[in-house]
């Protein structure tokens, strides 16, 4: 109709100002022409009106089923409307609703109704849910802005004396979130006085490359997005280079977003609802809820359909790229054809107790959640192909991640047990990275990845038994020896030893030395007042994650029982008593300046050793007059 023209021309409008928002070298793409495609308004949409629907059940040929309206669920969600409808058709029949069909665009008398995006579990007839295209429309007709990245809830501590002027130190409350932040529409629809519930059809995750282990570790995360992880094949080729042909795409073709490319792929597979002068709208529901987001997404093929109780769907396996996907909304996911998503390039490098080494080489998805997650994921995969799963073992884990225009962040840490070595090994790999990219405090372009696992069939874990000094009573600026004794799991001792310097300006009186690891150390200065710090931007947050502390090496700290002052993340002990005075007196500091009742006055580590170290002591010397 003409009125449905005009809609979807302005829409379409300001589509191209979306479109050309995020991928600027696309703007020769695009014409201003009115799209052929008019829309069958939801405000039309009657019951036992019929139509045909469009979709891929073999191959890459598009086939037509049949659909029958049953009625329009209104208000579904804030100001959502779902277009309920029968299918049927092909291999509908008996297979229900497919995974892999969301998106299968709705046509009645030739116009285009909306897409094929929610269904019933356990349903016995294949009753659908149907995204009206206005809607599908709508969510992105404003101009996309900034992905909100949150910050990550971690105490960022500032370590005074000798390295005060390196800024501050990481001190982790606790794992960052490593987990996408998870969609479930759970609303409960009433039908014909019954309750079910209305779900997105979900969409099957095709994973190359991955052990049986990894995804049985995270079936649930990623069934919490509305993914069923299917074991398929890739494409086995890590440049990301092999484009396909953006002609063939049509409404009813399938697509591959592709997360994780090379020789480990993950991709999501859904179907086209409408292709609009190099635009691309699919899924008819969010694929991940990331919004404003840049993936890759490339041609599918259906090798099957495999009729399930609990979740039919469609065996896909994935082709040449054709674009980018650059919003996932509420409705939908939209597209642009051509061009080509930034990614990570990451080389994980295993090797084994027995010599042998193995490299693998792919890319992920350039998204501030997806990528740790992603990382922990194929790092869990890497390490199950190679390394045993139980008994005693050791992994040292060791990552550099580099920076466009900042230093390179750099960590290493040990795990050692009998169990979940490889799940905390794995995390521990995610870890920087999600500090990195979740932290909001400025914009990241990172080049590279490079992880490497050596593995012993050994636990190697070094216990602090005692610590000593050559002295009972030092001078200020004296230097004090400290030797610290450790056992290892088969009871050999082994000895380290240390040179602190005592700090010229020290008053007389006690002064308290503690030996520890990193994450007794960590955990003692978040117990501490005075002590949080927030980074302000990307160079003091990658000095703050380079100088966390590791879980191979003895950290010495000198403190003293005085008030000192922390001002604007700068620690000041030991002050005189007329500025203690004048900093607790006035009111107007208070926001600024944070007391400390416990302040160190020097800190150092000792030199690593190829194991894990736990333990803590603390002896006590005396600063002479």
Known sequence: MPGGKTVLAAVCAVSLLLAVAFVPSSRSV????????????????RPGLKGIGRTVFVGSKIEEFQVEIL?????????????????SGGPLENAGVLAGMSGSPVYIDGRLVGAVA?????????????????QMLEAFEEEPGQSATPAVKTAWSFEPGAESADGPRLVSSGTPNLLPPSWNENNPVFWQGGQASLIPVATPLVLSGFTSEAMEHFVNPLRSLGLVPVQGGGSGSSDGNTMGDPSRLQPGSMISVQLVRGDLSASADGTVTLVDQGRVYAFGHPFLSAGPTEIPFSESQVITVLADYSNSMKITTSGGLLGVIGQDRSSGIFGLLGGK???????????????????YHFEVVNDHFLLPFLMNFTALSAISSTERLVGDSTLRVEETISLDGLPDVKSESFVSGSTNIAVEAAQSAAVPLAYLTQSGVGPLDIHNIHLKFVSTDRRLVEELEQVWGNKREVNPGDTLELTALLRGQDGKEMLQKTTVEIPANLTPGPLTITVADGNAMDRMEQGREGRSFVPKNMQQL??????SRHNNRLYVRLARSETGFVLQGENFPSPPPSVVRALSADPALSTNVSPTFLSTVADSEMDPVPSVVTGNKSITVTVKD
């Open 71 to 87: 009625g329009v669920l209104k208000n579904v969600s804030p100001r959502q409307s779902v277009i309920l409808a029968r299918l």
């Open 542 to 547: 990658v000095r703050a994650i380079n100088k």
């Open 341 to 359: 998503a930034r990614t990570v390039p990451v080389e994980i490098e295993m090797v084994s107790s027995r010599g042998a080494s193995r490299s």
């Open 30 to 45: 695009f014409a201003a022409e009115a799209p052929k495609t008019t829309i069958f308004p939801l405000a039309e949409i």
């Open 118 to 134: 929610l269904g019933f579990q356990f349903s016995k007839e294949p009753i659908a849910g149907i995204t009206p295209i206005e």
